[in-house]
């Protein structure tokens, strides 16, 4: 679903397609985009394959045409599955349609936890099909696994402020899930700690939000799951990508099968250092970072990270191809595919 480009090379400014995860779910985001081939088929496809399994849940065509589709919260507590394939497809569909609409080439892909499994699927190492069983699998894993009741805190503390409230507050099974700007740290943990953690930094006067996730990803809780889907991933094929694969885990590309299946599994134990390969993607020669989600949360997190990079988020709301193409133009500073002649690497915007 992608075409071949090269990776910056000679000092060209490259660009990056960003995949989120958590928070990338949202009622309806694709109303108006549903009758495009690229987001028809990944939808079609992702309820093709849970119906012929048998798995319960509204399917991933309402739930992302639909604005009176079940929240976040509602649908992780009824449908965990649906959930996670609703967040996958939304974001692959949504890079398709990006991909048909941009008039600049992208050079790499970027997933950011759960969104890995997306961004090895826009960059062609698995398909739509591949993508959606393997989250019907590890559904399987964990409700098999019988793990504590855990959980994702978004704080916006420091690298720094964070190692004093975990040391000081006998946080013993609390970990630092991402780094994700300089000022937005997420930990993982059980539940209890996790609450014990959020008072401490309100307490501090920090803003500590839980965020809508099933479990304590990117945490050591998950290794007996991530050992069992790793060996799992060993016997599923991969191809070789379309673009250059990162992962918020990493600062360098995922290129081999085995750095590929890597990536697959990095969400389940593997703490994300986004600031960190943000830096070396920037240091590699990309300047524009698009983001496929909603709420324009990756986006946000590379202007953060990078002042001096161009960011778009058109699917921060949802819009029409046309509406979607027009933000694309205003945030990248192009018309009709050509540039208007600012430098890149010289202003970082978010379309609105």
């Not at 048909?100 to 950011?112: F, I, M, N, Y």
């Not at 006998?170 to 991402?178: N, P």
């Not at 000022?183 to 008072?199: H, I, S």
Request: proline share 8%; glycine share 8%; hydrophobic share 40%.
């Amino acid at each position: 679903m992608t075409r071949q480009h090269p990776a910056p090379a000679g000092g060209s400014p490259g660009t990056v397609l960003m995949c989120p995860g958590q928070g990338a779910y949202l009622p309806g985001a694709l109303r108006h985009l549903h009758h495009l081939p690229a987001v028809r088929d990944v939808l079609r496809t992702v309820d093709t394959l849970t119906s012929a399994l048998g798995r319960p849940g509204p399917p991933v065509g309402h739930l992302l045409t639909d604005p009176a589709a079940p929240g976040p919260d509602e649908l992780l507590a009824r449908h965990p599955l649906a959930f996670d394939l609703a967040t996958y497809a939304a974001v692959v569909a949504s890079a398709g349609a990006l991909l048909k609409s941009l008039r600049t080439p992208v050079d790499a892909v970027l997933g950011h936890s759960m969104g890995d499994l997306a961004a090895l699927t826009v960059a062609g190492a698995i398909s739509v099909h591949q993508g959606a069983w393997l989250l019907c699998v590890r559904d399987r894993m964990l409700r098999d696994a019988a793990l504590p009741a855990a959980g994702l805190l978004a704080t916006d503390m420091t690298t720094d402020q964070t190692a004093r409230l975990l040391a000081g507050g006998g946080l013993r099974q609390v970990r630092v899930a991402a780094r994700n700007a300089p000022a937005q740290t997420v930990l993982a943990g059980p539940a209890g700690e996790l609450a014990a953690a959020r008072r401490a930094a309100q307490d501090n006067g920090h803003r500590a939000t839980l965020l809508t996730s099933r479990t304590a990803f990117h945490h050591p809780l998950l290794t007996d799951v991530h050992r069992v889907y790793r060996r799992l991933l060993r016997g599923r094929p991969v191809d070789p990508p379309t673009l250059t694969v990162y992962t918020a885990t990493s600062g360098r590309p995922a290129r081999t099968p085995a750095q590929l299946r890597s990536a697959a599994a990095a969400h389940l134990t593997t703490p994300m250092t986004l600031d960190h390969t943000l830096r070396a993607l920037h240091r590699a020669g990309y300047t524009t970072f698009i983001d496929s989600g909603p709420r324009a949360l990756l986006s946000s997190l590379a202007k953060a990270n990078l002042p001096g990079c161009r960011t778009a988020a058109p699917l921060r709301t949802p819009a029409d191809a046309a509406r979607v193409r027009a933000r694309l133009a205003t945030a990248l500073g192009t018309e009709t595919g050509t540039e208007t002649g600012a430098d890149p690497g010289t202003v970082c915007r978010t379309a609105s």
